[in-house]
């Protein structure tokens, strides 16, 4: 009768499973002692165990190195432990670990502030570009990427119905990594004699990366009537994206 000797044995183990496997055989074929059986069979299981064990590591190992920051895995399935910075290929996207989930590598949320007031009547200032306060509609600060763009969205409800020819504007100023003042039509949205409900985007470019950009919502009249149903600028909402590349 002959034994198989398994893989793992000879992979790991070597002479001395395949030893002790050989003994094993002689004993089936009565050629050594019940005694000598029962010590060759607890060899063969101690031997396994020790393979066992020795497979169980080296898995671990391999799944301790497949989720080493900055390897990719190609899998069906998310790799399980990953450490951040873990890269994971399902086949159509890339994605990245970021310590709590997978995410697309360059992947960046937008930064968004909504505006919570408009000033009173008897406080709005008319024929230059002002400042929101922070409480009003608080501007956003944000890094920006190495492609040294973001992208400026500004939208809500402009009215000034004062007169036919009164306007109004709701637009943004520029400061730290770039500067950008007046004039703002090139980037807000804007009424004459009426009401505009808009959004308008804008792409800041040829910034340095890393340094903060905020982004600082004001509006313009023209003229300002009797309440903020004539003269308002509302509703609106920041939106600032940087563009990873």
């Known amino acids: 009768?002959?034994?198989?000797?398994?893989?793992?044995?000879?992979l790991l183990?070597?002479?001395p499973l395949n030893n002790a496997l050989l003994g094993l055989d002689a004993a089936i074929q009565g050629k050594v002692s019940t005694a000598e059986f029962a010590t060759l069979?607890?060899?063969?299981?101690?031997?396994?165990?020790?393979?066992?064990n020795a497979q169980t590591t080296a898995n671990q190992a391999l799944t301790v190195a497949n989720n080493v920051p900055g390897t990719i895995t190609v899998s069906g399935v998310a790799p399980t432990s990953p450490t951040t910075g873990k890269y994971w290929d399902n086949g159509a996207n890339l994605y990245r670990y970021n310590g709590t989930s997978w995410q697309p590598?360059?992947?960046i949320?937008?930064?968004v502030t909504n505006q919570?007031?408009?000033?009173?009547?008897?406080s709005v200032v008319s024929g230059a570009w002002t400042d929101f306060t922070s409480g009003q509609f608080p501007p956003i600060t944000v890094q920006v990427p190495p492609s040294g763009m973001v992208k400026v969205t500004i939208?809500?409800?402009?009215?000034n119905t004062n007169s036919t020819t009164s306007t109004g504007w709701m637009s943004w100023r520029a400061s730290g990594a770039v500067t950008m003042g007046s004039p703002h039509e090139n980037r807000g949205i804007s009424t004459q004699g009426a009401r505009t409900y808009a959004s308008r985007t804008f792409v800041i470019?040829?910034?340095?990366?890393?340094?903060n950009l905020t982004i600082t919502p004001q509006y313009w009249f023209s003229s300002v009537g009797a309440s903020t149903t004539v003269t308002g600028a509302t509703d609106g909402q920041l939106i600032v994206e940087p563009i990873p590349l």
């Open 1 to 10: 009768m002959a034994v198989i000797v398994p893989a793992i044995g000879q």
């Open 13 to 15: 183990w070597g002479e």
């Open 41 to 52: 069979t607890a060899q063969v299981a101690a031997i396994q165990v020790q393979a066992s």
């Open 105 to 107: 590598p360059n992947f």
């Open 109 to 111: 949320r937008p930064t």
């Open 116 to 122: 919570a007031s408009f000033p009173a009547i008897g």
């Open 155 to 159: 939208g809500g409800a402009v009215r």
């Open 205 to 211: 470019t040829g910034m340095t990366p890393g340094l």
